[in-house]
């Protein structure tokens, strides 16, 4: 049978279990076999079959029934390099060296000040006016 997206995750473990089970019997080994060979009980192994088995008694279990390998088709991995998809975006005739300073990795310094207190605060009006109001009024309180 075919794993598709519509099967539960249940119908998705007996499917994989019963394909361990096909290559477990071309190989003529029994679960008991296998169960030992991994280090856990005839129980455990057929926790595969329901789905709630651990990862690494799965992988133990992949690496006895020499499948590990064919591991690779599920998940392939990738090799990608942000440098290298953005030296492949770039357009033909930008030079290189240009992108250097956006690439800083170093930490930027922040500068962090006091927050100003009650006694710094201007005491009274006077004293947060413009300087052109404040000329002013000192030529009117002159006169």
Do not use: C
Request: aromatic share 4%.
């Amino acid at each position: 049978m075919k794993i598709t997206e519509a099967m539960s995750d249940a119908a998705i473990a007996y499917e994989l279990f019963e394909r361990l089970e096909h290559k477990r019997k071309a190989l003529g080994l029994t679960q008991e076999q296998i169960a030992s060979n991994v280090g856990i009980t005839r129980k455990s192994y057929g926790a595969l079959k329901s789905g709630t088995t651990k990862l690494a008694t799965f992988i133990a279990i992949i690496r006895q029934l020499e499948l590990l390998e064919q591991l690779d088709t599920i998940a392939t991995s990738s090799e990608f390099s942000p440098m290298e998809s953005l030296r492949a975006s770039m357009k033909p005739g930008v030079k290189w060296h240009n992108f250097k300073g956006l690439l800083n990795t170093e930490p930027q310094r922040v500068v962090v000040r006091p927050a100003k207190k009650a006694a710094d605060k201007p005491k009274s009006k006077q004293q947060n006016i413009s300087p052109i109001m404040a000329r002013r009024q000192r030529l009117v309180t002159k006169e």
